[in-house]
């Protein structure tokens, strides 16, 4: 066992642990996921867990990144993304605002760091790796640039003919590497950047602020279903995400938290509430 080696690719693992909660329904709150994520990162960085593929649904949720909250009419830019029907919350890391809704699928690869071995780069490219994998069966070439007129643009925004479907971030805690992707699956990739682009209208009203937000041009983001002019769904890509790291591994195996996990998530959960309190309290608005 332990002379097993498929290549160089951190999808090529000894051990998969699978932990999927893209059917848990409206109730799961998208701040769990983030508190989650960061167990996971302690769990494998100190040995107690294998690399872990966690998978995630939120259904209408809108989720800030750490700039966002300096947006400074902030307050009538949650106001109107609650009477679009969206729950608000802010993650614990970087990035910009994202729409996530029940055919948005999240998928989170968690491994150890230990050694440091692994840059940050190599990260991204795993995950860009496993997408066109994922993907390979749809006549579609995806590739990996910043998406110019996107939301939370980047340079791992993942693309098929210049419009952005997906979009890729890292974050590393107590010596563990989640390396997160958001893959709006079906839906209206347009819609979904209007609604932030509305968002950031409200938000800045025009102002200079330091930092520069992205100005959204609806047309450059579409779903997977849109690009390759079929339907597609959560479902039929869970399955093959699946056979892939079945395919990528010697051992796979499905479960939830281990008790030591659940001690380390109340911690987690008790940081990722805080910072969303203080937020919205500093902003006169509730979550």
């Not at 999927?20 to 769990?43: E, M, Y």
């Not at 692994?118 to 991204?124: A, E, F, P, S, V």
């Not at 950047?193 to 930092?211: C, H, M, P, R, V």
Request: charged share 25%; aromatic share 8%; proline share 3%.
């Amino acid at each position: 066992m332990d002379t097993f080696e498929f290549g160089n690719s951190l999808i090529d693992q000894q051990t998969w642990r699978i932990i999927d909660q893209s059917t848990l329904g409206p109730d799961f709150d998208a701040r769990q996921s983030f508190a989650i994520d960061d167990t996971l990162c302690a769990s494998t960085g100190k040995g107690m867990s294998p690399a872990v593929m966690r998978s995630w649904i939120h259904h209408n949720t809108i989720v800030l990144g750490i700039q966002d909250t300096k947006l400074p009419f902030l307050k009538e830019g949650i106001e109107y993304l609650k009477t679009e029907g969206y729950k608000v919350i802010v993650r614990n890391s970087g990035g910009l605002a994202v729409v996530l809704d029940e055919t948005v699928l999240n998928i989170s690869l968690i491994f150890p760091d230990v050694e440091k071995g692994i840059n940050i780069n190599r990260g991204y490219d795993a995950m860009l790796f496993l997408i066109q994998e994922l993907l390979a069966d749809y006549n579609i070439k995806v590739e990996a640039y910043e998406i110019i007129g996107s939301y939370c643009p980047g340079s791992y925004d993942l693309s098929v003919d210049g419009k952005k479907f997906a979009g890729i971030s890292q974050r590393r805690v107590r010596n563990g590497v989640a390396v997160q992707v958001y893959l709006c699956v079906a839906g209206s990739g347009a819609e979904r950047a209007e609604l932030i682009g509305q968002f950031y209208d409200k938000s800045l009203k025009n102002t200079e602020t330091k930092f520069v937000f992205p100005t959204i041009i609806p047309s450059t983001m579409a779903s997977l279903s849109e690009l390759i002019a079929e339907p597609i769904t959560v479902q039929q890509l869970m399955l093959k995400l699946l056979n892939i790291l079945k395919n990528h591994s010697e051992k796979m195996y499905s479960s939830s938290l281990t008790p030591e996990e659940q001690e380390i998530l109340r911690e987690n959960l008790i940081k990722i509430y805080e910072r969303n309190n203080k937020v919205f309290e500093d902003k006169e608005t509730e979550l």
